[in-house]
């Protein structure tokens, strides 16, 4: 089996019990709890792996990727604010009820020796962060061959 993901919380995760524990080798994941962290599926394809993070209402610019060494982290840094009708502006301080928020979330991968680290590409659609780990081509599986046997 190839490993799938492994996770620095205390509680097994629904795919540590269904992979095992080889599955957990290939990505270590951190992540750190400021708001609401989104869900993330990591799919392994012959050529690589895919992150998709579900991050409904953000924009591209709203995200950083960042490589250290093996490391990928995700982080994300949102300000809004709610306009009231009656809104002046702060110009003239005379609004009643304004609300703002913010959210922001980091997720840490480790990679895997395995990836080619310097061909990683990401893009954002309807919601989805996708990013596309190439495996170096050493460590594509490579199809059944006969081996011949010499005399």
Wanted: hydrophobic share 30%; charged share 25%.
């Amino acid at each position: 089996m190839n490993p799938l993901m492994r996770t620095n919380n205390n509680l097994p995760s629904l795919i540590e019990n269904f992979f095992g524990r080889d599955m957990n080798d290939l990505f270590n994941s951190n992540s750190s709890w400021v708001s609401n962290v989104p869900a993330v599926n990591v799919v392994e394809h012959k050529d690589g792996f895919r992150i998709e993070v579900a991050a409904p209402g953000l924009k591209k610019e709203d995200f950083k990727l960042n490589l250290n060494h093996n490391n990928l982290t995700i982080s994300s840094y949102q300000a809004t604010q709610q306009e009231q009708p009656n809104d002046e502006g702060r110009d003239k301080e005379k609004y009643t009820r304004r609300e703002f928020s913010y959210s922001s979330f980091q997720r840490t991968f480790t990679l895997p020796t395995s990836v080619d680290a310097d061909n990683i590409q990401a893009s954002y659609t309807d919601g989805v962060l996708k990013i596309e780990i190439p495996k170096r081509e050493e460590a594509k599986l490579k199809p059944p061959r006969q081996i011949e046997i010499g005399g």
